[in-house]
């Protein structure tokens, strides 16, 4: 019945775009705000980090074009930044995802 009904208020051409169009939009915006919720968790990561320091031990910092425990420290920092973020911008369970 509510198939029928689908098939009919498409073919009045009532559907401008095809499924795999809004399917690939979805993606799309789905991307671009994965993108601004990466970008924050970096962001307050590293301002977490650097405000952290100077009270920081001296192996923990973290030294220019080096792999150190300092540039896993900071790493550390963003990836938990950016589970904050996911944590607090979580959609709502009605609300459908990609």
Known sequence: MIRSAVLVWAA???VTAS???SRR??????G???F?????GILIGNAAYFTLL????AAARHRPFAFDLGLLL???FCVAAYTGVNALLRPSSAE???
């Not at 601004?36 to 924050?40: N, V």
């Not at 100077?54 to 031990?57: E, R, V």
């Open 12 to 14: 009045s051409g009532a």
């Open 19 to 21: 499924p795999v169009k």
């Open 25 to 30: 939009v979805m993606r799309t915006l789905y």
């Open 32 to 34: 671009v705000k994965r």
């Open 36 to 40: 601004w919720r990466m970008l924050a």
């Open 54 to 57: 100077p009270y920081l031990p």
């Open 74 to 76: 900071d790493f550390v």
């Open 96 to 98: 459908p995802r990609p």
